[in-house]
Protein backbone atom coordinates (compact mmCIF):
# COMPACT_ATOMS: atom_id res chain seq x y z
CA UNK A 1 0.00 0.00 0.00
CA UNK A 2 2.57 2.17 0.96
CA UNK A 3 4.97 1.53 -1.99
CA UNK A 4 1.61 2.25 -4.12
CA UNK A 5 0.70 5.20 -2.66
CA UNK A 6 4.45 6.46 -2.97
CA UNK A 7 4.47 5.64 -7.14
CA UNK A 8 1.27 7.84 -7.24
CA UNK A 9 2.42 10.51 -5.54
CA UNK A 10 6.00 10.56 -7.54
CA UNK A 11 3.50 10.38 -10.50
CA UNK A 12 1.74 13.45 -10.15
CA UNK A 13 5.03 14.97 -8.83
CA UNK A 14 6.18 14.37 -12.48
CA UNK A 15 3.24 15.28 -14.53
CA UNK A 16 3.29 19.14 -11.95
CA UNK A 17 6.98 19.92 -12.85
CA UNK A 18 6.34 18.68 -16.44
CA UNK A 19 3.16 21.04 -16.97
CA UNK A 20 5.32 23.66 -15.18
CA UNK A 21 8.11 23.28 -17.31
CA UNK A 22 5.94 23.13 -20.62
CA UNK A 23 4.12 26.69 -19.65
CA UNK A 24 7.06 28.38 -18.45
CA UNK A 25 8.66 26.96 -22.36
CA UNK A 26 5.66 28.31 -23.93
CA UNK A 27 6.75 31.12 -26.86
CA UNK A 28 4.37 34.03 -27.15
CA UNK A 29 2.22 33.95 -29.73
CA UNK A 30 0.56 36.93 -31.88
CA UNK A 31 -1.99 35.02 -33.13
CA UNK A 32 -3.17 34.65 -29.75
CA UNK A 33 -2.25 38.17 -28.51
CA UNK A 34 -4.35 39.56 -31.21
CA UNK A 35 -7.12 37.01 -30.83
CA UNK A 36 -7.31 38.84 -27.24
CA UNK A 37 -6.78 42.43 -28.01
CA UNK A 38 -9.83 41.74 -30.77
CA UNK A 39 -12.37 40.20 -28.23
CA UNK A 40 -11.96 43.28 -25.82
CA UNK A 41 -12.64 45.46 -28.77
CA UNK A 42 -15.73 43.50 -29.73
CA UNK A 43 -17.22 43.21 -26.47
CA UNK A 44 -16.66 47.30 -26.25
CA UNK A 45 -18.08 47.78 -29.78
CA UNK A 46 -21.26 45.38 -28.90
CA UNK A 47 -21.67 47.40 -25.32
CA UNK A 48 -22.44 50.38 -27.58
CA UNK A 49 -24.47 48.95 -29.97
CA UNK A 50 -27.88 49.76 -28.19
CA UNK A 51 -26.72 52.97 -26.16
CA UNK A 52 -28.35 56.08 -28.29
CA UNK A 53 -31.41 53.94 -27.42
CA UNK A 54 -31.06 53.33 -24.22
CA UNK A 55 -29.89 57.16 -23.28
CA UNK A 56 -33.27 57.97 -24.92
CA UNK A 57 -35.41 55.53 -22.65
CA UNK A 58 -33.86 56.90 -19.66
CA UNK A 59 -35.09 60.34 -20.25
CA UNK A 60 -38.08 60.40 -17.84
CA UNK A 61 -36.46 57.53 -15.21
CA UNK A 62 -33.46 58.31 -12.94
CA UNK A 63 -32.70 54.76 -11.97
CA UNK A 64 -32.56 54.11 -15.80
CA UNK A 65 -30.26 57.33 -16.14
CA UNK A 66 -28.04 55.45 -13.13
CA UNK A 67 -28.03 51.38 -14.98
CA UNK A 68 -26.88 53.99 -18.48
CA UNK A 69 -24.04 55.58 -16.54
CA UNK A 70 -23.19 51.75 -14.49
CA UNK A 71 -23.00 50.39 -18.17
CA UNK A 72 -20.31 52.82 -19.47
CA UNK A 73 -18.25 53.15 -16.60
CA UNK A 74 -18.83 49.39 -16.75
CA UNK A 75 -17.35 48.83 -20.58
CA UNK A 76 -14.53 51.78 -19.71
CA UNK A 77 -13.47 50.00 -16.95
CA UNK A 78 -13.45 46.43 -18.81
CA UNK A 79 -11.36 48.06 -21.50
CA UNK A 80 -8.32 49.47 -18.97
CA UNK A 81 -8.32 46.27 -17.17
CA UNK A 82 -7.71 44.28 -19.91
CA UNK A 83 -5.05 46.61 -21.25
CA UNK A 84 -3.45 47.08 -17.41
CA UNK A 85 -0.01 46.77 -16.65
CA UNK A 86 -0.20 43.12 -15.27
CA UNK A 87 -2.58 41.78 -18.30
CA UNK A 88 -2.41 39.28 -20.31
CA UNK A 89 -1.96 41.25 -23.36
CA UNK A 90 0.49 43.71 -21.69
CA UNK A 91 2.71 40.98 -20.79
CA UNK A 92 2.43 39.21 -23.90
CA UNK A 93 2.91 41.89 -26.07
CA UNK A 94 6.32 42.56 -23.76
CA UNK A 95 7.56 38.79 -24.22
CA UNK A 96 6.42 39.03 -28.23
CA UNK A 97 9.07 42.52 -28.42
CA UNK A 98 11.95 40.31 -26.55
CA UNK A 99 11.54 37.80 -28.71
CA UNK A 100 11.65 38.92 -32.04
CA UNK A 101 14.16 41.15 -30.87
CA UNK A 102 16.27 38.04 -30.46
CA UNK A 103 15.34 36.59 -33.35
CA UNK A 104 16.12 39.80 -35.36
CA UNK A 105 19.70 40.46 -33.31
CA UNK A 106 20.06 36.27 -34.35
CA UNK A 107 19.30 37.02 -37.80
CA UNK A 108 21.33 40.13 -38.58
CA UNK A 109 24.48 38.44 -36.79
CA UNK A 110 24.17 35.32 -39.24
CA UNK A 111 23.97 37.89 -42.42
CA UNK A 112 27.12 39.57 -41.69
CA UNK A 113 28.59 35.22 -43.38
CA UNK A 114 25.46 35.39 -45.41
CA UNK A 115 23.74 38.54 -46.70
CA UNK A 116 20.71 36.03 -47.55
CA UNK A 117 19.60 36.41 -44.08
CA UNK A 118 19.18 40.54 -44.44
CA UNK A 119 15.91 40.45 -45.72
CA UNK A 120 14.73 38.51 -42.81
CA UNK A 121 16.45 40.75 -40.25
CA UNK A 122 14.95 43.40 -41.96
CA UNK A 123 11.21 41.72 -41.70
CA UNK A 124 11.38 41.17 -38.22
CA UNK A 125 12.95 44.78 -37.55
CA UNK A 126 9.51 45.79 -39.46
CA UNK A 127 7.37 43.39 -36.88
CA UNK A 128 8.93 45.36 -34.30
CA UNK A 129 8.10 48.48 -35.47
CA UNK A 130 4.52 47.56 -35.55
CA UNK A 131 4.81 46.13 -32.05
CA UNK A 132 6.21 49.38 -30.57
CA UNK A 133 3.28 50.77 -32.20
CA UNK A 134 1.13 48.62 -30.81
CA UNK A 135 2.61 48.85 -27.13
CA UNK A 136 2.37 52.62 -28.10
CA UNK A 137 -1.33 52.37 -28.63
CA UNK A 138 -2.25 50.57 -25.91
CA UNK A 139 -0.31 52.49 -23.45
CA UNK A 140 -2.13 55.43 -24.95
CA UNK A 141 -5.77 54.08 -24.68
CA UNK A 142 -5.16 52.53 -21.53
CA UNK A 143 -4.45 56.34 -20.28
CA UNK A 144 -7.64 57.53 -21.89
CA UNK A 145 -9.56 55.03 -20.66
CA UNK A 146 -8.85 55.30 -17.08
CA UNK A 147 -9.39 59.36 -17.67
CA UNK A 148 -12.60 58.59 -19.15
CA UNK A 149 -13.73 56.14 -16.04
CA UNK A 150 -12.88 59.47 -13.90
CA UNK A 151 -14.91 61.57 -15.81
CA UNK A 152 -17.74 59.04 -15.21
CA UNK A 153 -17.65 58.75 -11.56
CA UNK A 154 -16.83 62.60 -11.20
CA UNK A 155 -20.35 63.14 -13.36
CA UNK A 156 -22.58 60.26 -12.36
CA UNK A 157 -23.53 62.46 -9.23
CA UNK A 158 -24.25 65.64 -11.29
CA UNK A 159 -26.38 63.99 -14.08
CA UNK A 160 -28.19 62.60 -11.61
CA UNK A 161 -28.95 65.82 -9.82
CA UNK A 162 -30.48 66.89 -13.05
CA UNK A 163 -33.06 64.03 -13.17
CA UNK A 164 -33.87 64.90 -9.29
CA UNK A 165 -34.21 68.60 -10.73
CA UNK A 166 -36.51 67.72 -13.41
CA UNK A 167 -34.23 68.72 -16.15
CA UNK A 168 -33.89 65.65 -18.26
CA UNK A 169 -33.08 66.96 -21.49
CA UNK A 170 -29.79 68.15 -19.16
CA UNK A 171 -29.23 64.76 -17.88
CA UNK A 172 -29.18 63.36 -21.44
CA UNK A 173 -26.69 66.02 -22.61
CA UNK A 174 -24.12 64.74 -19.37
CA UNK A 175 -24.97 60.95 -20.75
CA UNK A 176 -24.67 61.58 -24.53
CA UNK A 177 -20.96 63.59 -23.57
CA UNK A 178 -20.10 59.92 -21.94
CA UNK A 179 -21.25 58.17 -25.18
CA UNK A 180 -19.51 60.22 -27.36
CA UNK A 181 -16.20 59.57 -25.56
CA UNK A 182 -16.65 56.14 -25.50
CA UNK A 183 -17.48 56.47 -29.50
CA UNK A 184 -14.36 58.07 -29.74
CA UNK A 185 -12.54 54.72 -27.11
CA UNK A 186 -14.46 52.33 -29.66
CA UNK A 187 -12.62 53.89 -32.73
CA UNK A 188 -9.12 53.83 -31.20
CA UNK A 189 -9.51 50.11 -30.26
CA UNK A 190 -10.22 49.50 -34.00
CA UNK A 191 -7.21 51.21 -34.79
CA UNK A 192 -5.29 48.91 -32.07
CA UNK A 193 -6.65 45.81 -33.28
CA UNK A 194 -6.02 47.30 -37.02
CA UNK A 195 -2.30 47.27 -36.19
CA UNK A 196 -2.07 43.98 -34.14
CA UNK A 197 -3.11 42.00 -37.43
CA UNK A 198 -0.43 43.71 -38.84
CA UNK A 199 1.86 42.82 -36.29
CA UNK A 200 1.05 38.94 -37.39
CA UNK A 201 0.98 39.47 -41.21
CA UNK A 202 4.55 40.68 -41.96
CA UNK A 203 5.60 37.98 -43.73
CA UNK A 204 9.48 36.50 -42.98
CA UNK A 205 11.29 35.60 -45.68
CA UNK A 206 11.79 31.84 -45.99
Known amino acids: MTKTLTALLAGLLILTLGAAVAQGTRQPDMAN ?14 NLTDLE ?25 RVQQSMAEDSEIW ?6 LELWEERRKA ?10 FLPIAQAWQQRLETARTLRNQI ?24 YELGQADKAIEGLKKVGANLANLNRNMQVIVETANAA ?5 PQ
Open 139 to 162: STERANATALMRAIEADRDIVLAY
Open 53 to 77: ASIQASRDSIEQGGRVLDGMLASVT
Open 200 to 204: QQTPI
Open 107 to 116: TLERSEANPA
Open 91 to 96: QELGAL
Open 33 to 46: LFQKVNRVALELQT
